[in-house]
């Protein structure tokens, strides 16, 4: 049980994260293509 808990709370963790980086690359470029971190 402990293990379930702590897979989840690592693949919810790396969620966020990715999320979060493509937001910020999305904000950071300002043309009309797309970016280069969201290949």
Request: charged share 15%; with cysteine; net charge positive.
């Amino acid at each position: 049980m402990k293990l379930r808990m702590i897979y989840l709370l690592s693949t919810v963790l790396f969620f966020v994260a990715h999320v979060s980086i493509n937001i910020t690359c999305l904000l950071g470029s300002y043309e009309p293509k797309v970016p280069d971190c969201l290949r």
